[in-house]
């Protein structure tokens, strides 16, 4: 590791395009100015190290062998969605409800009131 020492309003370069510039010392810390490329991604080291969890993460389960992946993509594909069933059977004019409960009459339609 480089280690440099600088003062307010100092800076260091690193390769061609990239400057890294003391802007306020404080008690708390050290605010640094960068200024690089567009092309160069910069970021606080643990947004550095979230971005890359999830890139491994989504590395690995792209890597699913394509079998299993088309398998749960049938199963998917099967299964109804929650709360969605097959369309109830069209019934004849005057048959029972089906969802009246047997030798009961068919409770009566509510009536809504103006």
């Known amino acids: 590791m480089l280690v440099f020492s600088r003062k307010r309003d ?9 400057e890294v510039r003391v802007l306020r010392i404080g008690r708390d810390g050290v605010r640094l100015g960068i200024q690089a490329p567009t ?9 550095y190290d979230l971005i890359r969890a999830e890139n491994q993460t989504a590395a690995q389960a792209s890597v699913a062998t394509p079998t ?20 109830p059977a069209p019934r004849a004019p005057g048959a029972p409800d089906a969802s009246s409960v047997a030798g009961e009459p068919p409770a009566p339609a509510a009536r809504h009131r103006a």
């Open 39 to 47: 092309s160069v991604p910069v970021h606080r080291r643990e947004i």
């Open 68 to 87: 299993a992946l088309v398998a749960r993509l049938r199963q998917a594909a099967r299964a109804p969605a929650p709360g969605v069933g097959p369309a």
């Open 10 to 18: 100092e800076a260091i370069v690193i390769g061609d395009g990239v």
